[in-house]
């Protein structure tokens, strides 16, 4: 059983930028989270997707999006890169929707804003 | 005032002594609660899940609720340089898709 897998795991961008962060679910996993993680804070959540639909949204701006493909896998786009941006961005799987369900992380993507 | 507090640290413990976390929050519908390990720039891992008051107990963690209190509190025994890292206390709602995370508790275990 592999677990989630992020990629790349370092990206440096500039000001105005676009980037695009992917993630592999866990095997079995239907549900994908995003989280935001700045330097010294906890996770902030950004969104979730379940079977392709975006079924729960944070405090983000629409510059903020996401895609879930039919294998569960899942995209973070993020337009108009600022500064605030720098971040670790953490997707964490699940097997279902359901609050009680457990959340597993992958490494992360850490993102730099110059 | 945030949803979930956590004090900081750091904390530094010698090799062996009993590591004492806690978290207090403000939403009474969290009804989930989990204490995650993270390494420098790695993710999240789980390390104990309860849904309940009282203790649970998996190895040398415990993990305690308190709802009414609205406090909860991890203990490590027999704490082992490998356990140094940062703790993250999160909670869920019932009717809430998202983790609230405390900001973690940055802890070393000295040899």
């Known amino acids: 059983e592999t677990g989630v897998t992020q990629s790349p795991t370092h990206l440096i961008k500039t000001r105005g930028q676009q980037v695009t962060l992917r993630c592999s679910s866990q095997?079995?996993?239907?549900?994908v989270s995003w989280y935001q993680q700045a330097l010294g804070q906890g996770p902030q959540f950004i969104f979730q997707?379940?079977?392709?639909?975006?079924?729960g949204r944070g405090n983000f701006p629409p510059r903020f999006s996401g895609l879930q493909f039919p294998n569960y896998s899942s995209e973070l786009n993020v337009n108009a890169l600022e500064l605030d941006d720098s971040a670790l961005y953490l997707c964490?799987?699940?097997?279902?929707?359901?609050?009680?369900?457990?959340?597993?992380f992958g490494s992360g993507t850490q993102l730099s804003v110059l | 005032q945030k949803e979930v507090e956590q004090d900081p640290g750091p904390l530094s413990v010698p090799e062996g002594a009993i590591v004492s976390l806690n978290c207090t929050y403000s939403?009474?519908?969290?009804?989930?609660f989990m204490w995650y390990r993270q390494y420098s720039r790695k993710g999240p891992e789980l390390l104990m899940y309860?849904?309940?008051?009282g203790n649970k107990e998996d190895g040398r963690f415990t993990a305690q609720v308190d709802k009414s209190s609205k406090y909860i509190s991890l203990f490590i025994r027999d704490s082992q340089p490998s356990d140094s890292a940062t703790y993250l206390c999160a909670m869920k709602s019932v009717d809430d898709y998202k983790l609230s995370f405390g900001a973690g508790t940055t802890v070393t275990v000295r040899a």
């Open positions: 964490a799987s699940s097997a279902g929707s359901l609050p009680d369900e457990k959340l597993f």
């Open positions: 997707y379940y079977r392709e639909e975006e079924n």
């Open positions: 095997s079995g996993h239907n549900t």
């Open positions: 939403n009474s519908a969290f009804q989930y």
């Open positions: 309860t849904y309940s008051s």
